[in-house]
T-cell receptor, first 112, second 113 residues
Framework: DSGVTQTPKHLITATGQRVTLRCSPR?????VYWYQQSLDQGLQFLIQ???????AKGNILERFSAQQFPDLHSELNLSSLELGDSALYFC???????????FGQGTRLTVV | DQQVKQNSPSLSVQEGRISILNCDYT??????FLWYKKYPAEGPTFLIS?????DKNEDGRFTVFLNKSAKHLSLHIVPSQPGDSAVYFC????????????FGQGTRLTINP
């Protein structure tokens, strides 16, 4: 158990819908990262927050957005969902930005 | 453009022997490298890391070697145990106040009894 909690574990939704994925980082960790793992792309960095502020952005679509709240939990919002958005979404956390990140178990999103 | 490559999709090793997993990178700006292990239905688990100022880092049965001139790193597991069977990901980042890990495609390691 990495200490990073992601909910829900599984999500099935229809195209065009909007979903919210939630992440609680390890106790004491200030940095949260979101990654997407699809079959053909491997693990891709989406976005990073540090202590409530966006720190880095990767290949995140405009339909996707994230935020980190004062209690340090984070949410990833995915809207206007397409079939190609079906993937595993991982959240990771680290104490700061130059220490190793610990991953949650992921949320498997299936868009039908 | 794949900046981190693991050219072997799979590797099979006998229990007790050494497992060597390889990773190549193209971005010379990368200065922090990590290995993660992943079991099915779980998130990646951090194993070991190395910064670009070192060429070797050891933690128990796991040793990571970095060859900056060749842009190559490897993970050695000695001795290999059945519980080591998993997918191993190499990852790299540029330290610039952020940690955008770039992952390789992974190598599935199978340890045979």
């Amino acid at each position: 158990d990495s200490g990073v909690t992601q909910t829900p574990k599984h999500l099935i939704t229809a195209t065009g819908q909007r979903v919210t994925l939630r992440c609680s980082p390890r106790s004491g960790d200030l940095s949260v990262y979101w990654y997407q793992q699809s079959l053909d792309q491997g693990l891709q960095f989406l976005i990073q927050y540090y202590n409530g502020e966006e720190r880095a952005k990767g290949n995140i679509l405009e339909r996707f957005s994230a935020q980190q709240f004062p209690d340090l939990h984070s949410e990833l919002n995915l809207s206007s969902l397409e079939l190609g958005d079906s993937a595993l979404y991982f959240c990771a956390s680290s104490y700061d930005t130059n220490t190793e990140a610990f991953f949650g178990q992921g949320t498997r999103l299936t868009v039908v | 453009d794949q900046q981190v490559k693991q050219n072997s999709p799979s590797l099979s090793v006998q229990e007790g022997r050494i497992s060597i997993l390889n990773c190549d990178y193209t971005n010379s700006m990368f200065d922090y490298f990590l290995w993660y292990k992943k079991y099915p239905a779980e998130g990646p688990t951090f194993l070991i890391s190395i910064s670009s100022i070192k060429d070797k880092n050891e933690d128990g049965r796991f040793t990571v070697f970095l060859n900056k001139s060749a842009k190559h790193l490897s993970l050695h597991i000695v001795p290999s145990q059945p519980g080591d069977s998993a997918v191993y990901f190499c990852a790299a980042s540029v330290w610039a106040g952020a940690q955008k890990l770039v992952f390789g495609q992974g190598t599935r390691l199978t340890i045979n009894p």
